[in-house]
C-alpha cells in the first residue's frame, strides 16, 4: 500500500521558504559533491506527487522545464479556475483525504508530500502523513515560511534513519508511530 511521504528541506529555524516564498537561500548552501540528499531515492519509490498551489508556482518560476515528468501531480488549490502549465498535472480542489485513499488503492507506490506549510498540516491534520524526511540546513534564514502552519495536530514519530553529510546538511526520517 502507497504511503504519504513528506520529503522536504528546513531551515535550522524551522522555515522551508522566505516570506515571499522565494527559495534562494536553499541555491545558496554549498553542495561541491552535488550530492541529491536522498532526492533520487525518494523519486524511484514515488509515482504521484501532492503539492500546494503556491508551491507549485514556486517551481513553476524557476524558468526550467517541468522537473517531474513521468509523475502524476496533484496541485491542491482552492481556485476551480486554476490552470496548470506541465504535462500529468491536475488541480484537486477536493477532500485531500478522498484524493489519498483513491491513489493509495491504484498504485503500491508512495505519494510525494511536497508542501507547502499550510498543505502538510492538513496532512497531518488529517492523519495522512506516515514518514516525515526532513533535511535540515545548516542555515538560519530569520523569518519565512514555517515548515507546519499554525495548530498541527499532536502526533508521535519514531526516528528511523539519520543521515549526516560532509556539507552540514542532516537529513532526519521519521515515521508515524500508530
Known amino acids: 500500500?502507497?504511503?504519504?511521504?513528506?520529503?522536504?528541506?528546513?531551515?535550522?529555524?524551522?522555515?522551508?521558504?522566505?516570506?515571499?516564498?522565494?527559495?534562494?537561500?536553499?541555491?545558496?548552501?554549498?553542495?561541491?559533491?552535488?550530492?541529491?540528499?536522498g532526492y533520487e531515492e525518494l523519486l524511484a519509490n514515488i509515482q504521484t506527487i501532492i503539492m500546494g498551489r503556491k508551491t507549485y508556482d514556486e517551481v513553476m518560476g524557476f524558468g526550467i522545464e517541468w522537473p517531474y515528468v513521468g509523475y502524476t501531480t496533484y496541485v491542491v488549490t482552492n481556485n476551480v479556475n486554476f490552470k496548470t502549465n506541465s504535462p500529468d498535472t491536475f488541480i484537486f480542489t477536493g477532500n485531500i483525504k478522498d484524493l489519498v485513499v483513491e491513489i493509495s488503492t491504484k498504485s503500491?507506490?508512495?505519494?510525494?508530500?511536497?508542501?507547502?506549510?499550510?498543505?502538510?498540516?492538513?496532512?497531518?491534520?488529517?492523519?495522512?502523513?506516515?514518514?516525515?524526511?526532513?533535511?535540515?540546513?545548516?542555515?538560519?534564514?530569520?523569518?519565512?515560511?514555517?515548515?507546519?502552519?499554525?495548530?498541527?495536530?499532536?502526533?508521535?514519530?519514531?526516528?528511523?534513519?539519520i543521515q549526516q553529510f560532509d556539507t552540514g546538511l542532516v537529513n532526519l526520517i521519521y515515521d508515524k508511530m500508530d
Open 1 to 37: 500500500m502507497s504511503k504519504v511521504v513528506l520529503f522536504t528541506a528546513t531551515s535550522l529555524d524551522g522555515f522551508i521558504a522566505k516570506p515571499d516564498g522565494n527559495l534562494d537561500w536553499l541555491n545558496s548552501f554549498p553542495n561541491p559533491e552535488n550530492g541529491d540528499y
Open 108 to 161: 503500491d507506490k508512495d505519494i510525494w508530500l511536497v508542501g507547502g506549510g499550510q498543505l502538510t498540516t492538513s496532512f497531518i491534520n488529517s492523519g495522512l502523513i506516515d514518514r516525515m524526511a526532513l533535511s535540515i540546513i545548516p542555515k538560519l534564514i530569520g523569518e519565512g515560511i514555517p515548515l507546519f502552519a499554525p495548530k498541527p495536530a499532536e502526533t508521535e514519530w519514531k526516528l528511523v534513519k
